[in-house]
């Protein structure tokens, strides 16, 4: 089975601070995702990346970062946490590009920004 | 442009009874479509996928999806509900961009199960 694992459960940052949440996938996949997921929203695109050091933004970058290194590896960087980005942000990943490619993901990580 | 549309936010039935959760979608071409669930404090998990084969999908858990053209629809069901279906379902439609297939989601179906 496919693991995506968050480093963090829950996390819980002042504002201003910089904030990573990192996601590592086991199954050599090319395409990883970030989204958060917030009540009444369901899950919106923040970034993707389709191969190392490739990103592209997805519908709200706006405040975040990434970085991918390495292929298993996609983190989510919050230059400086504000309070509207308390959130839950889930990671994914999937196997090629292409319409049908289901997506894997993690537990998710609950960041409270106070 | 392709959009996603679950028409109820909260859906309750009974422990036995049968379970109707709706999804409209909108796509400028024949489209990929997905149900995700996901049990508190989980990540999700694929349900099942339509993927312009048979319009009749069949998923895990005893759920199934029908895609209807003539409708724009791709609403989720199951015959009988168990306790454990209780969580929120997850509406989604793959597009385009660039080279990449990216998935637009639904606001979220959040399934009750009544004992």
């Known amino acids: 089975d496919v693991k995506v694992t968050q480093s963090s459960r829950y996390l819980v940052k002042r504002t201003g601070e910089k904030v990573f949440l990192e996601c590592v996938q086991d199954m050599d996949h090319e395409n990883m995702f970030w989204y958060r997921q917030d009540p009444g929203l369901g899950l919106r695109l923040i970034y993707f990346s389709y191969d190392v050091k490739m990103k592209e933004k997805g519908d709200i970058p706006e405040g975040y970062s990434v970085s991918r290194e390495k292929k298993e590896r996609f983190s989510l960087i919050l230059e400086s946490a504000s309070t509207n980005q308390t959130s839950m942000y889930l990671c994914?990943?999937?196997?090629?590009?292409?319409?049908?490619?289901?997506?894997?993901f993690g537990n998710g990580t609950r960041l409270t920004v106070t | 442009a392709q959009s996603v549309t679950q028409l109820d936010s909260h859906v309750s039935v009974s422990e036995g009874t049968p379970v109707l959760l709706r999804c409209n979608y909108s796509s400028s071409y024949s489209p990929s479509l997905f149900w995700y669930v996901q049990h508190p404090n989980k990540g999700l998990q694929l349900l099942l996928k339509?993927?312009?084969?048979?319009?009749l999908v069949k998923g895990i858990n005893g759920f199934e999806a029908e895609f209807k053209k003539s409708e724009t629809s791709f609403h989720l069901t199951k015959p009988s509900a168990h306790m454990s279906d209780a969580a929120e379902y997850f509406c989604v439609v793959s597009v385009l961009s660039g080279n990449t297939g990216k998935l637009i989601f639904g606001q979220g179906t959040t399934l009750q199960v009544k004992p």
């Open positions: 339509y993927t312009s084969a048979a319009t």
């Open positions: 994914a990943s999937s196997s090629h590009r292409g319409l049908v490619s289901p997506l894997h």
